[in-house]
């Protein structure tokens, strides 16, 4: 008898499962993703632009306020104003070239 229960209740389960993905696709469908993908390739593109001049205002502008921040050789920081001060302490002696923003679609 146990076993019955578990198995409806399974079946009930698998049979209204799928169903869930249709209402948060309705929304999905709706969002103009040219425009977002326009946006983070202009943010992309100046977050580069910050790291090639060694800015580290630029390079941080799209940090959040409670970022965590860890990068190899360093220790972690904890909010976008240590954040910057490690990046304006980092970026002038950071041995990597001019990076490449990536334009493919």
């Not at 630029?58 to 001060?85: H, I, Q, W, Y």
């Amino acid at each position: 008898m146990k076993l019955s229960v578990c198995w409806n209740r399974s079946l009930v389960l698998l049979l209204t499962l799928p169903l869930a993905p249709a209402v948060s696709w309705a929304a999905a469908a709706s969002v103009d993703t040219a425009t977002i993908a326009k946006t983070i390739k202009s943010d992309v593109a100046q977050l580069v632009a910050g790291l090639n001049a060694h800015d580290a205002d630029k390079t941080t502008a799209f940090d959040s306020p409670n970022v965590v921040s860890m990068e190899c050789g360093s220790p972690s920081t904890v909010g976008l104003e240590a954040d910057r001060d490690a990046s304006a302490t980092a970026l002038p002696t950071t041995p990597f070239g001019k990076l490449v923003s990536s334009t493919r679609p």
